[in-house]
């Protein structure tokens, strides 16, 4: 992948200092001023990508200049969402590499599969776009590794999509543990439930006339089309997707993180099992995953994904336990309880796209880190790996908490990176 370093991208990265007047024309012909407007390409725009694409749309001083799928069906249905928020229609592609080339767009907005999340983060990188990736951060710790670089390399802010990490009521719960209301807090825990269906036996068909599958496995190993992957079922095959845990465990185990005040762990163990079906999903339906952490602090996390009665009478949430009480993260909002588990304080709030998004871009006029950087989605992400490794391997862990590597243990550390198609492979 070539390296850019347009003009527009330079202004967009040290700010208005000198340049305040200066115009830019850009591919429509509008002539825009570049510390007002930033140009974003979205990848991958069915389901979350097709949401993002309209919040985008919606801030202030951001255009849409791109939209690209390797789903035909899915670009003028997007298009057409982007069409309720700006004038200008987007440029409709099925190659993302065709917004890397494309100098007017400064960002690129990842909601392709896992598979795509690290390599097209440093493919852009390299592009000098910024970049927005929904999570998880990457499809396994090697990749994860290669995203910070290929961000720190070439000075792009990176962002992940852990939205929580910008609601204004979790800061706050996050900020009151941190000045010590609770006590000391040892143990924070995060859950998921669902009521998932089986995805069945996939059949061998030929690939649909609207889908570019080629390009649709991208940076993965080949495997043959079977009718049973694609849009989301994906997520529950080991080459493809992270599991439960790494789609929506990711937003918990972030949260817990964070609140602890913890980075990388000294031990991580999980067991799972796929309880209700008899189908061809390879990750567990069922797990719980346990993460130790010097100073006597441990999270653990608990997916369900065929039964949606939760903990704390909530499908998702987080909860943090300390020496003086606790505190529950439901939605957007937190509940404080005392040592006699009685509630003391409830206090209402919400978790939504447009702050996060918001963040992202001020962070590219003004050069600063995202509320969630890749540094940061690295570290939580890993650890969704990590109970993955431990569980594909029926091994206890031992991790060393000065980079969260795994020791000892050589099938786990074989799962650290993976295989790839060399027609995409990352490098940095």
């Known amino acids: 992948m070539a390296t850019y370093s347009s003009p527009r991208r330079a202004f967009l990265k040290t700010g208005a200092a000198g340049v305040a007047g200066t115009l830019l024309t850009t591919r429509t012909g509008k002539s825009e001023s570049p510390n007002e407007t930033i140009v974003v390409g979205i990848m991958g725009t069915n389901n979350r990508g097709n949401a993002l694409a309209k919040g985008f749309a919606s801030q202030s001083n951001c255009r849409v200049g791109a939209v690209c799928d390797v789903d035909s069906r899915a670009l003028e249905k997007t298009a057409a969402t982007v069409g309720q928020s700006q004038s200008e229609?987007?440029?409709?592609?099925?190659?993302f590499r065709r917004m890397l080339d494309n100098q007017s767009i400064?960002?690129?907005?990842?909601?392709?599969?896992?598979?795509?999340?690290?390599?097209?983060?440093?493919f852009a990188c390299d592009a000098g776009k910024h970049v927005y990736c929904e999570k998880p951060a990457s499809h396994n710790p090697a990749e994860g590794e290669m995203a910070i670089a290929a961000s720190q390399k070439n000075d792009r802010v990176v962002d992940i999509g852990t939205q929580r990490r910008s609601a204004p009521k979790i800061q706050e719960a996050i900020a009151r543990m941190k000045k010590g209301e609770l006590g000391e807090v040892l143990y924070s825990r995060g859950w998921y439930n669902n009521r998932r269906g089986p995805i069945g036996t996939g059949k061998a068909v030929p690939v649909p006339s609207w889908l570019n599958y080629q390009l649709w496995q991208g940076p993965a190993p080949k495997e043959d089309y079977r009718d049973n992957i694609?849009?989301?079922?994906w997520h529950w095959f080991w080459n493809w997707g992270t599991g439960e845990i790494g789609n929506n465990g990711v937003?918990?185990?972030?949260?817990?993180?964070w609140g602890l005040g913890v980075d990388y762990p000294t031990k991580v163990a999980s067991t799972g099992t796929r309880a209700r079906y008899e189908d061809d999903q390879e990750t567990p339906d069922t797990q719980m995953a346990t993460f130790h952490?010097?100073?006597?602090?441990?999270i653990t996390w608990e997916g369900i994904s065929w039964q949606p009665r939760g903990r704390e009478d909530s499908m998702f949430g987080i909860s943090f336990h300390g020496t003086e009480g606790s505190l529950v993260i439901d939605g957007g909002g937190y509940k404080i309880y005392d040592m006699h588990n009685k509630l003391v304080e409830e206090v209402?709030?919400?978790?939504?796209?447009?702050?996060?998004?918001?963040?992202?871009?001020?962070?590219?006029r003004t050069n600063q880190k995202p509320n969630a950087t890749i540094e940061e989605a690295h570290k939580s992400t890993l650890l969704c790996q990590l109970g993955n490794i431990a569980h594909r391997t029926s091994s206890v862990l031992e991790i060393d908490p000065a980079n969260g590597h795994i020791q000892n243990n050589q099938a786990a550390q074989n799962l650290w990176g993976r295989?790839?198609?060399?027609?995409f492979e990352p490098k940095v």
């Open 89 to 95: 229609k987007p440029l409709l592609v099925e190659d």
């Open 106 to 122: 400064d960002a690129i907005v990842i909601a392709a599969p896992d598979h795509w999340h690290a390599p097209a983060t440093v």
């Open 230 to 233: 694609v849009h989301y079922n």
């Open 251 to 257: 937003h918990a185990v972030d949260i817990c993180r």
């Open 293 to 298: 952490f010097p100073g006597n602090k441990m």
């Open 348 to 364: 209402s709030g919400a978790v939504s796209d447009s702050a996060h998004l918001s963040n992202f871009l001020e962070c590219i």
């Open 419 to 423: 295989d790839y198609n060399p027609a």
